[in-house]
């Protein structure tokens, strides 16, 4: 079972710690036997989430410039300002600064569409201090499954600093990502917070920040005794920190409403695509049919993979996608999100002219982009 793999089954999910834990062991016994390193990703599934528009100590202004750093990650070249220019509407720069046990968290900017949130923040512990995060010539160091572990819930809040009950859905995922460093054993590293929400569009004119739970700097090992993940302590504290969020949305919509054919007795349809400079989001209506438990559940939620889609902008070109970065929809409800990540930032007005294919086990069907608009403010 490979990465993308893995990635899929735990979309699916809804295990608690324990079952969570049961679950991991099981799927990682074949990427250790080959001795090949597992990306670890953290699911939430959460009936409430939530952030504060304004925190003490913190700020938040217009970005004149995206970090070099955040568009190192996203892969767009310090030269590529046009491409920069496509993100930096739905960018802020903040200055939100939390201290613990000797350490300072400084949270600089945060990028948000509809469908993914990147907080981009900077780790500086006592000068003499090694943040080496394992070495995997020595180790079975789980590659990605480095970050800061614990640290409490993470939500969004309102306008007035209240909790956003924004009801039960399902592949919610976030994650801490350890930036490249050039000098990984000193006491200073760059890492970023990022939340995959396919779901996104609930947060649309309710939340105005987000806590950003920071908890002790630790990177997973294979334990051979427990045959399950370690994870090894590199600096402890808590720096959870509420991050104030932009409010416009990059992305360009158009509403769908085309039959693709009949999956378990119920009519499938496409319903909307969202494409914004960074993703790709489908979503897939479902009219009657068996109940939703089982395998029923499980083709209905992996419907749609990165294989199943030919994208092309309106010259004509085939755009490829990475990996599906997560798929399902509201729990008990009737439509379903898929999420794909862009192998570059392109414009959204490229795609407008351009079309869609999804050839599904139920079915195929091609969708002009002719209708494809910006986002309303």
């Not at 568009?71 to 802020?92: I, R």
């Not at 949270?107 to 469908?115: A, G, H, K």
């Not at 920040?209 to 994870?231: A, I, K």
């Not at 351009?354 to 494809?372: A, E, F, N, R």
Request: charged share 25%.
């Amino acid at each position: 079972m490979d990465r993308h793999e893995l990635n899929r089954m735990f979309d699916g999910l809804t295990p608690d710690p324990q079952r969570e834990r049961e679950i991991l062991k099981k799927l990682l016994q074949d990427d250790v036997r080959r001795k090949k390193p597992m990306k670890n990703w953290k699911q939430i599934v959460v009936g409430a989430v939530a952030a504060a528009l304004l925190v003490t100590g913190a700020t938040a202004s217009a970005v004149p410039g995206l970090s070099q750093r955040l568009l190192s990650y996203l892969g767009v070249s310090p030269e590529n300002a046009q491409t920069a220019d496509l993100l930096t509407p739905g960018a802020m720069a903040v200055d939100v600064v939390k201290e613990d046990n000797g350490a300072k968290l400084h949270v600089t900017q945060v990028l948000r569409d509809r469908t993914s949130i990147m907080v981009l923040a900077d780790f500086t512990a006592p000068e003499g201090t090694s943040l080496k995060m394992g070495d995997p010539d020595s180790e079975k160091v789980f590659i990605g499954s480095d970050g800061f572990y614990g640290g409490g819930e993470h939500y969004f809040m309102n306008e007035a600093g209240e909790k956003i009950d924004l009801g039960i859905y399902r592949s919610y995922i976030y994650q801490w990502e350890i930036l490249e460093d050039g000098d990984p054993a000193d006491n200073h590293l760059s890492a970023m917070f990022v939340i995959k929400l396919p779901q996104g569009d609930m947060l649309r004119g309710k939340a105005v920040s987000m806590r950003v739970p920071v908890g002790t700097l630790s990177y997973s090992v294979w334990d051979e005794e427990t045959e399950m993940p370690r994870f090894v302590e590199v600096y402890s504290g808590d720096w959870s920190c509420d991050v104030p969020l932009p409010q416009k949305d990059i992305g360009w919509t158009q509403q769908v409403d085309r039959a693709v054919g009949e999956l378990d007795g119920a009519k499938i349809r496409v319903k909307e695509l969202y494409l914004s400079p960074v993703n790709l989001l489908v979503t897939l209506g479902r009219e009657g049919g068996e109940a939703l438990s089982g395998d029923a559940e499980f083709r209905w939620l992996g419907l749609l993979d990165v294989k199943d889609i030919v994208l092309k902008d309106k010259d004509g070109n085939v755009i490829p996608l990475g990996d599906s970065q997560s798929n399902g929809g509201l729990i008990g409800d009737v439509e379903s999100t898929h999420m794909f990540r862009l192998p570059e930032i392109t414009d959204p007005a490229n795609f407008q002219g351009g079309s869609i294919t999804l050839d599904v086990s139920c079915g195929t069907v091609t969708i002009p982009l002719d209708d494809l608009t910006p986002v309303e403010p």
